[in-house]
């Protein structure tokens, strides 16, 4: 079975932190894709990432940045110098070839402080 | 280009109403998927469309629920004598390849149901 962990349900930073969300997942497959995915106050799901398990290489993308670690199965997601506009809900998935389906974990929400 | 569109935004049915929930995915997407979200929880995968074929129907949660893809475009997810557990909001996602549940998918703003 697949599953996936988002510990932190609420975090709250002082705008211009770094700030990271922990996630953690759980499959037997040895062939599998993670995601990341925003889900601002308006509702819509927003992609950000998508890595597949033969790629253990960090990502960055402007102050956004992405630690896969296969070892600990987490693939953590840190925001560099947050902004308000980082406020949402955030949300990890796991996919396997296997299936037809996404994973999600429960998602954090993070609240950015001006 | 337009992305995924679901209408109504939001719906409130009295217990036992039916309802019906369209999804438009991105043009010429071949994967559609229908999940369920709710209040304060991940979204929870219901069904998968590839093309006008429904795949994988192994989340919908009783036979009250049905979704169709007739045309291999425009879904429709239908709920029959809506009851309050079946508030939530609906997603829609498509994607572009046939890959499943593994490629990227984009998903809609969400019709919210409020079964009173």
């Known amino acids: 079975a697949q599953k996936v962990t988002q510990a932190q349900t609420e975090i709250s930073v002082v705008e211009k932190e770094d700030v990271t969300l922990d996630c953690v997942y759980e499959t037997r497959d040895t062939t599998y894709y993670l995601f990341w995915y925003k889900q601002p106050p308006s509702g819509e799901l927003v992609f950000l990432i998508r890595r597949n398990s033969f790629d253990e290489q960090n990502e960055i993308s402007g102050r956004y940045s992405w630690n896969f670690q296969k070892s600990t199965s987490s693939f953590n997601f840190t925001i560099t110098a947050s902004q308000v506009v980082d406020s949402a809900v955030y949300f990890c998935?796991?996919?396997?070839?296997?299936?037809?389906?996404?994973?999600f974990g429960t998602g954090t929400s993070l609240t950015v402080i001006p | 280009g337009a992305g995924v569109s679901q209408s109504p935004r939001y719906k409130v049915a009295k217990r036992g109403q039916d309802v019906a929930l369209r999804c438009d995915p991105i043009s010429g997407h071949v994967s559609l998927f229908w999940y369920q979200q709710a209040l304060g929880q991940g979204p929870e995968f219901l069904t998968y469309?590839?093309?006008?074929?429904?795949?994988?129907k192994s989340g919908l949660p009783s036979d009250r629920f049905f979704a169709e893809r007739p045309e291999g475009s425009v879904s429709t997810l239908k709920i029959q004598r809506t009851q309050q557990e079946d508030s939530a909001v609906y997603l829609c996602?498509?994607?572009?390849?046939?890959?499943?549940?593994?490629?990227?998918?984009?998903f809609g703003p969400g019709t919210r149901l409020t079964v009173l």
């Open positions: 469309f590839q093309n006008e074929a429904q795949l994988d």
């Open positions: 996602a498509s994607s572009s390849r046939v890959s499943g549940g593994t490629d990227t998918q984009y």
């Open positions: 998935a796991l996919s396997v070839v296997t299936g037809n389906q996404f994973y």
